[in-house]
Each structure stands twice: as structure tokens, then as C-alpha cells.
């Protein structure tokens, strides 16, 4: 039944050379998960199975193990006392219920659409430009082996597919669902003829859609932040990030084979100390999903045993910024 992770990709794109050394590029790429393996529970989480969730039963398979579970149940029948035949009717059973179970989970869903526009400059004139822009999506029900909602690192063994109940209101934005990303990279070269070196100067600047918000709750049986309350990315998303970077590097021959380089890199060099994480967990209380509910629904959130709705007061609230200002001195001598 189970098999390893497939992970179908396209890959599309063209560039053109408009003249002047300036290159116009534009690129489409589409990555779809297939199957994937997790562990099971068929019954609140007393017992679990390794199967791939949402793949439909082989007939063939299915009616051999019909098949074997009738026969085992006939034999138990005819000997009532017969521990040993009782519990292979029961393994028989057990094992058709388990191999049919396996369909009864949503199927994993991730896909990545991602269309790139790129205005390139090569290196002539002593200057060379690099420019990008990506708009892409990630969506589905999946995030990967990493579940980012309760920070679980268990490939194959995650709680996200453990029960029926955990896989509620997943599907929409993922995790690392950033629409826009904007890389802009000019670098300009200068001989100084007079000692035979050559000054550097570059200058990076980025910019990046935040993350999606989740809207997280308890579960009963496997407790904080398991319960997607409302359906992912329902909580809005975390600021754009930007950044500026620069770079002073000098390169200097020593005989022929030699050079020694030196550098300065100052990274954020606005010190920007936008927010780049947040506190997802909306309320510390054991609660049911508002299946495909919306934000306005939340007033009518109550907890599973009728108590009082014990909201988290930090929901939304920075957890982590972006790195500050940082000052970077190199050298390198190269033979």
C-alpha cells in the first residue's frame, strides 16, 4: 500500500536577446505532489497504519483480502472455542478494514505555480544588472514532511493525517505561500590601472510577500495548535519584508598566479526590523473547526465542553523580526 513521496514538475521558459547585452527571460514552473506516506488512525488514534492517504483501494487486493477475511471468519465459526482461529478472523478483518480505510482521508494536495520574469544586463561596460520577478502560489492541504503549524519534524509520522478530524479546514494558502518575491542585483566593476587592483561595488535589494496567518486552536486528543479553527490562511498574512544590501570588495594581483581579495558586506543596510513571524495560535481551549467558516465567525467559537474561550491575548503578535543591520568584514588570497 504504500510507496515513496512522487513529485511531478514542469518547467517552461524562454529567453531573448534584445541588444545593448540586455536579456529578457520569462519562465513558468509547476510542482504538484502526488502520493505521499503517513500514518493512519481509523479509531481516535488507538491504533495506526502506514498507508498512503487518499490513494483508492486496488480491486484486485481488496477482494483477496475479502477473500481471505470470509474464510478465516467461516473457520472461526465452526471451532467458537478456538482462540487461535478467533484471532485470525479478527487480523483478517482488521486488515481488509485498514487497506479500504485508507481512501477515507482527503488526498494530499500541494501545488506550486510560479511564473518568473527576468531583465538581465550582462557584464559589459564595467557594470552587469540582474532583475527578477516571481508571482507564485503554493496552495493545497499539505504543507511537507514539516509541519509548520506545531513546529513537528516527523517525516512519514506527522500528527497532520493522524486522525479524520486534524485534516479540517487545511486546504488554502501554505505556509511558505509568498505571491510576490523581487530580486534587483547591479554590480560594477573598476581597474585602477595605476597598482593593477580592481574595485567592486554591488548593491541587492529584495523584497518578499509575508506568510500566511493561521487561525490555530486545541484538540482534544493531540492539543495545541492541532485544530485549524478556520480554513488556512484565514488570519490575513505577515508584512512584505525588504531589504538593501551592499557590497565594497577590492582585488589585488600579487605576481601572476595570486590575488588577495578583501571585502566589506553590509547586509539590511536600512536596518529595517519588519515583523516576520507571528503568533498563530488564536485560543489555548479545546475546539471544534468552523468548517469553511471566516473571521466574523469566531465571536460564535465556543470550546468543546461548553467552558469559557480562553483566548490567547498574543494571537497576531510578533514572534520574530528581521535580522538587523550586520556588518561583514572578508579577505580571501587565492593560488
Known sequence: ?????????VVAGAQFDVGADIVLGAFYTYRQIGTIVEDLSVDGGSNYFIANPGVEPDPAVARQLEQ???QAAELAARSPGNEA???AATLASDRLNVYKAAVLFPKPQRDYHAVTFTINKRFSNRFSVISSYTYARLLGNYPGLFSPYVNQLDPNISSQYDIIDLTANRNGPLNNDRPHNVKLTGYYAQPLARIGGTLTLSLTFTAISGRPIQVLGAHIAYGGRQTLILPSGSGGRTPMITQLDLHVGYDQKLGKQAKLSVFVDVLNALNQQQVSNVDDEYTFSIVDPIVGGR?????????????QLIVNSNYGQPTAFQAPLLLRLGGRLSF
Request: proline letters at 7%; zero cysteines.
Open 1 to 9: 500500500m504504500t510507496s515513496a513521496v512522487a513529485v511531478d514538475e
Open 85 to 87: 482461529l478467533q484471532a
Open 68 to 70: 481471505a477475511a470470509q
Open 295 to 307: 473571521p466574523a465567525d469566531l465571536r460564535y467559537l465556543r470550546p468543546s465542553d461548553g467552558g
